[in-house]
């Protein structure tokens, strides 16, 4: 068991649990009311600080208003660490200025019996791409339980291989489960050159193809951080029965900073069946 505490609080999203709360309000309250036609199985978040893709992440996050979430896997890559296969928390509390979610355990210890699974504490201590989403899952989802899922392998296999291990712990749970994956595009590149690196990429995602979205990462057609823990919840939401990725946001640093000469680039998506 672990408390996880908050290790990007006060520099990639605001640590006052009231400013916290504002923050993501506005964000939500900018995105537009739509209903997308599938139940939805996951999302894909961007994992930059709130004030360079939080609005982006909105977009993915105000799909999962109502939708019942009781259980939420959270995929992230390691910016920090070196392991092998994927590092899961597997029990505790996971903390952030707003509060603590409990870390499913019955799940997590499933997990580490799961091959390439284990718990690498160093991936999770001061990784940022997995922190930043849970302050707007508590927001849009009230009580909910979460798996913290950093993910180090980058191959196609490897990939398919963790999400069997995660569909073979979930297959039998009768709980509400979502899947979020984390990841942002292109970097540091010009604006131009961000906006068709990542279109391509996202063009790829649309088609829910993994091995195109594998290929292109592999010829350099395109860039993605969070290339494991996509291919890995792409796998995994397959096995759940999805079928459709929606985006529904692109945009770069070079959008809200103003500074496009060397950007980020952040996109949020729906994964429904």
């Not at 292109?216 to 951080?225: F, K, L, N, T």
Request: proline share 4%; aromatic share 10%; charged share 20%.
């Amino acid at each position: 068991m672990w408390h996880r505490k908050p290790a990007v609080a006060g520099s990639f999203y605001p640590s006052n649990p009231e400013q916290l709360k504002r923050d993501i309000e506005l964000y939500l309250n900018n995105v537009p009311d739509t209903k997308l036609s599938g139940e939805i199985t996951g999302v894909i978040s961007p994992h930059a600080g709130y004030m360079y893709s939080g609005q982006i992440a909105a977009h993915a996050y105000k799909q999962l208003i109502g939708s019942g979430a009781e259980l939420v896997i959270v995929l992230a890559p390691s910016h920090r660490a070196r392991f092998t296969g994927a590092s899961v928390i597997d029990s505790g509390i996971y903390e952030t200025p707003l509060g603590g979610v409990e870390i499913d355990e019955k799940t997590g210890r499933a997990l580490l019996s799961e091959s390439y699974f284990s718990f690498f504490q160093e991936a999770h201590t001061m990784e940022h791409s997995l922190e930043v989403q849970v302050p707007f899952l508590q927001y849009v989802l009230g009580t909910f339980s979460i798996v913290p899922v950093i993910v180090s392998a980058y191959d196609i296999n490897s990939a398919r291989i963790l999400a069997d291990g995660l569909y073979n712990v979930l297959k039998d749970d009768r709980r509400k489960t979502v899947i979020v994956i984390s990841t942002d595009l292109s970097h540091y590149h010009s604006y131009d050159t961000a906006r068709e690196l990542d279109n391509t990429y996202a063009d790829a995602l649309a088609g829910f193809d993994i091995g195109k979205i594998d290929n292109i990462i592999a010829s350099r057609g395109a860039e993605a951080c969070g290339h494991g823990p996509v291919m890995t919840g792409l796998f995994l939401c397959k096995k759940m029965g999805a079928g459709k990725v929606d985006i529904l946001r692109y945009a770069n640093s070079g959008d809200t900073s103003g500074n496009k000469r060397e950007v980020v680039g952040y996109l949020a998506a729906a994964i429904t069946k």
